[in-house]
């Protein structure tokens, strides 16, 4: 399979490509299956998941999927309620050491078995050739999200309650990694041919408290799911004043943003390592010129590491053209032929 061999360093014919979330609101036929349920009631409906997730594959030529689901689905299962209005919301936050204590530990298949229900249907409905991504929050940015009670411009409550009682913080990260390291292995066994680890909120962090807290947490959690032959993911959005301490997660791939140079991350992480990457998603909303322009600088950067995976920086923005994907898929396979 094209996209596992380039997130183990193998050789490919062409350089392969997926889109963090690729099943979403740019395209038509996801707003019509939105009509159905509301977002949780789509994540948690194993027809309906397996659906969005098979939708960008039928129209794209892309080499892999990732289930349809959201970070935010085991914290539920952990006892915290998550509502999206439309952003997500937490009305009963975690700030306090008692907090955490009731924190349950989810069985993976008992209390998040619709996950894996979806994966294995979409596993049954995709192309052998081509890849199936599992995922999960990472510790930290589930953290992020429990604490704060949502999003946050500046995740003060999150970084005081970080500082005034790291031993409880780390309790904190230490439940979550119990909760979603098996709920990951989970996914694994149900189908997914790769794994990711979105550390969306860890770029809040100076590099000295990212090796403090986010980064044991993740290794942790890689390294509790390794698999022979299944990659591992690390994406850290606004990974730049860290990589030089990322190679240390024991991921087989790092994601690296878009606010870093391809080019400059490699250089700093070595050419022996495997890179996804990073398309600015801005850059689908101009000219299909642009678009192959700077599709094939990426891919050319690409080129000095172990392995390459082309992705965006981001996640696709909800107002992206649909036939600008088409653009982007073609660019990429079309300058990364070996």
Known sequence: MRFVDACLGRPVDTTPLWVMRQAGRYLPEYRALRTQAD????????????????????????????????????????????EFRPEPHLPAPVRTRNDVARLQTPDPWRDLGFVMDAIGRVRAALEPDRGLIGFVGAPFTLAAYLVEGGGSKDFMRLKGFMHRDPEGFDDLLARIGDAIAPFLAAQIDAGACAVQLFDTWAGQLPPEDFRRFALPAARSVIERVRRPGVPVIYFVN???PYLGDLRSSGADVLGIDFRVDLG??????????????NLDPS???????????????????????????FNLGHGIHKDTPPEAMTVLVEAVHRAGAR
Not at 53 to 78: E, G, K, N
Not at 288 to 297: D, L
């Open 283 to 309: 850059v689908l909303l101009g000219p299909a010129e642009a678009i192959e322009a700077r599709a094939a600088a990426i891919v050319a950067r690409g080129r000095a590491a172990r392995g390459h995976v």
């Open 264 to 277: 400059h991350a490699i250089e700093r992480l070595g050419p022996d390592v495997v890179v996804q990457g």
């Open 238 to 240: 606004g990974a730049a």
């Open 39 to 82: 977002f949780l009631g789509l994540c948690r409906t194993p027809e309906l998941a397996a659906e969005a997730t098979l939708q960008p594959m039928r129209r794209y030529a892309l080499d892999a999927s990732i289930i349809f689901s959201d970070i935010l689905i085991p914290v539920q299962a952990m006892g915290v309620p998550v």
